[in-house]
């Protein structure tokens, strides 16, 4: 499976490459490589954070794993104790995280507590938790499926991963709204995605990041590729002489053309755009 969780790999792949393209020299060449490969790595985490949601929905009405209590979902192995509502997702080579739910998914009201053990990303180590809780209809469709938007709030806390080294502590906070798929049982659904996420590793380099109202994250499961969106993003790493902070702002938008998917990544050295 190519996703399950979380958007935190970004923050460490956004520290190094500020941090490596950065200089006090204003003449020092840009290293547009990294930049590529923040931009690519970018698309990819956030369509892999979209997946524990889509996970969890998927699982929640999985008639097999409802009856049997074990099942096999999107790549995952997963068992359910129902007196507890209690969700199991193992994934042989990078560990495992646990949904721990008060009621159904589905429902206004209902929380889902997401716990990890012994998890990663990439190889990169993540701990910490997850609340998404059901805040109810929020809307109707307006396409061709018909119903309400039912919405939920996911917030990440304590979280920590560590890369290169460096443990980086995160905290975020996001509005999803499940727009598409709600009512069939096929891997059809669309989320859209809003909210903030924080990084930091000292005082003098931190990382946050919005996604702009107006301009959401649109992910859908049947592809690969994120739909659109735009992330404005500031970036504090040190000054190599004084330790004082560098102050960097990348803006980071999701584009589709001619049915093909890119990322523009925008930084005060230039603009690039490479496929996701």
């Known amino acids: 499976m190519k996703k399950i969780n979380l958007f935190l790999s970004f923050i460490a792949l956004l520290f190094i490459t500020v941090s490596c393209n950065k200089s006090d020299d204003p003449n020092a060449p840009v290293n547009y490589e990294q930049q590529q490969t923040l931009a690519k790595n970018y698309a990819f985490i956030q369509d892999v954070y979209g997946d524990i949601f889509d996970l969890l929905c ?98 990440i806390y304590n979280a920590t991963i560590t890369k290169g080294g460096e443990v980086i502590n995160v905290n975020a906070l996001f509005h999803i709204d499940w727009m598409m798929g709600d009512t069939t049982i096929i891997t059809d659904d669309q989320y859209k995605f809003s909210g903030n996420i924080n990084g930091v590793v000292s005082p003098y ?37 004084n330790n004082a902070a560098i102050e960097t702002n990348v803006q980071i938008e999701f584009l589709s053309i001619a049915s093909s998917y890119y990322v523009k990544i925008t930084t005060p050295d230039g603009i690039i755009q490479v496929p996701q």
Do not use: C
């Open 58 to 155: 998927r699982a929640s009405d999985d008639s097999v794993l409802m009856a049997s209590g074990n099942a096999n979902i999107g790549g995952a192995v997963v068992s359910y104790t129902p007196s507890t509502h209690l969700y199991t997702f193992i994934f042989p080579s990078s560990g495992s995280f646990e949904a721990n739910l008060n009621g159904d998914f589905r429902n206004l009201g209902t929380v889902a507590n997401i716990t990890f053990n012994n998890y990663t990303v990439g190889g990169n180590p993540i701990t910490g938790n997850i609340k998404i809780t059901n805040t109810g209809v929020q809307g109707f469709k307006s396409s061709n499926t018909i119903g309400p938007i039912i919405s939920f709030t996911d917030s």
């Open 205 to 241: 380099k931190s990382f946050s990041a919005v996604i702009q109202t107006g301009h959401e994250v649109i992910v859908n499961t049947i592809s690969p590729y994120i739909q659109s969106g735009l992330i404005n993003a500031l970036m504090r790493t040190p000054n190599s002489d």
